[in-house]
């Protein structure tokens, strides 16, 4: 099975805008393993609506991301890919942990942008928001 985690090449962290990853990091599960990992760049897809074309060109069978909006989520589908929102963290052990059945993740989490306004469902913030939804 091949699973992505949008990725933050500098964190090392799942990115936490599916739409604005530069970054995937692809991961290779066998019997309940991470047995290979690369990183692919996103940079030239063309944004959005791009992204679930791309990924199922890879093979991407499920994807682990941040916050995610409504058209992103509705396009990972149609591509056929499983979708793990509202994680956050190293995305290695993210990897690990969907590979053994033990993700945590949001189902619910989701990102709307109104009006240069962020607003993420699936955290609280006050003026120092760590999300870039």
């Known amino acids: 099975m091949r699973i992505a985690a949008t990725f933050d090449k500098n964190t090392g962290e799942v990115f936490q805008h599916f739409g604005r990853t530069e970054t995937f990091r692809l991961y290779t599960i066998e019997n309940g393993k991470v047995t290979d990992k690369r990183d692919v760049s996103a940079a030239e897809t063309g944004g959005h609506a791009a992204l679930a074309p791309f990924l199922q060109e890879q093979g991407v069978e499920a994807l682990i991301a941040g916050g995610i909006g409504g058209g992103a989520r509705a396009a990972l589908a149609s591509c056929g890919i499983a979708l793990y929102p509202g994680v956050s963290g190293n995305a290695d052990k993210a990897a ?9 993740y949001d189902e619910n989490a989701t990102c709307h942008h109104h009006e240069g306004e962020h607003e993420c ?13």
Do not use: K, Q
Not at 96 to 104: I, K, M, R
Not at 121 to 133: D, L, P, Q, S, V
């Open 121 to 133: 469902n699936h955290h609280e913030h006050g003026g120092n928001c760590h999300h870039t939804c």
């Open 96 to 104: 690990e942990a969907l590979a053994s059945g033990t993700l945590v």
